[in-house]
């Protein structure tokens, strides 16, 4: 019910655009997560977004990465500018309503010269 695109190969200080569309039951007046995990390690969170709009950033990505929602597209999308290597990692969406947690299948994001 989770479904990431807009991954891909980028040379660092690039930018990709992730989006994640969702079913509007569960998107709907509802909190959306970014999350990203690299080889060897834990899944960690990127950003946050209320069903208000506010937003929440990880201190490794803030000032580069934005996290934006479009409630009539039931999508969330991640803004990643001025890409360093240590961004590459595949991300997930997440959502988590009436006690059941919901992942995407994740998109690869890599940053290479």
């Known amino acids: 019910q989770l479904v990431e695109s807009g991954g891909g190969l980028v040379q660092p200080g690039g930018s990709l655009r992730l989006s994640c569309a969702a079913s509007g039951s569960i998107f709907s007046d509802n909190t959306m997560n970014w999350f990203r995990q690299a080889p060897g390690k834990a899944r960690e969170l990127v950003a946050r977004i209320t069903s208000s709009g506010s937003t929440t950033h990880a201190d490794s990505v803030k000032g580069r990465f934005a996290i934006s929602r479009d409630n009539a597209k039931n999508t969330v999308y991640l803004q990643m500018n001025n890409l360093k290597p240590e961004d590459t990692a595949v991300y997930y969406c997440?959502?988590?309503?009436?006690?059941?947690?919901?992942w995407g299948q994740g998109t690869q994001v890599a940053v290479s010269s």
């Open positions: 997440h959502t988590y309503k009436n006690g059941i947690t919901y």
